[in-house]
């Protein structure tokens, strides 16, 4: 927007943002070199996955994109990417299987799930009409009280970050104990997904700080305006 001194509290965040970066690069550029001994695709193994649990209705598709995958619980259907979706490696499996707990969340009724799909659109609204709202009451101040509206919206979207939080942190966890389970990686190769698992959940992590972080900023730029 403008420098200001306030702008050294997303300095963490952006840190943090450039070392998960570069963990989820390293970790996901390393396993997919490293073939599952099982020869299952992602695809594959998340068809395994889905049918060990009974959830035969919940299709599995390839999308165009690089780490694109994501489960969309209306239409009930895991998007992979086409890399993770016909690559047999360890890090295309740990990404299906990951997807598939998204699945599984939702057929559970997990109420992180739920709660987030709900706030998809107030977040989404939040994160477009907050930052312009705020940019409209620091330029003018006659209109200040955009600035408090502004940040109400844009808390919205802050808010949808930490409840994605639990919701990719289990889904993890979930695929993890799905592949023990199912017998489709050895020990040594859940290390390996738990590695690739843990550096993507970090961008998460990541872009939630960064998230509180420019509410804050926010919030001490309109109560600067209040004091002067």
Known sequence: MFWDPTMVLLIPAILLSLYAQYKISSAYNYYSRVHAQSGLTGAQAAK?????????????????????????????????????????????VAVAAHETGHALQHSSGYAPL?????????????SGAGPILILIGLFLPSFGWLLQL???????????????LPVEFNASH???????????????????????????????????????LQLARFIIIAQGRRDD
């Open 48 to 92: 395994a996955l889905l049918n060990s649990k009974g959830l035969y209705d919940v299709g599995v598709v390839a999308i165009r994109g690089h780490l694109s995958d994501h489960y969309d619980p209306r239409s009930q259907v895991i998007s992979l990417s086409e890399d993770v979706y016909y690559g047999n490696s360890l890090a295309s």
């Open 174 to 212: 979930r695929a993890l104990v799905l592949l023990q389970e199912g017998r489709l990686l050895g020990s040594e190769e859940v290390r390996g997904a738990r590695k690739v698992l843990n550096a993507a959940a970090l961008t998460y992590v990541a872009a939630a700080l960064a998230a509180v």
């Open 150 to 164: 502004g940040i109400l919206f844009f808390s919205l979207a802050v808010l949808f970050q930490l409840i994605t």
């Open 114 to 126: 739920q709660l987030r799909s709900s706030f998809v659109p107030a977040a989404n609204f939040g």
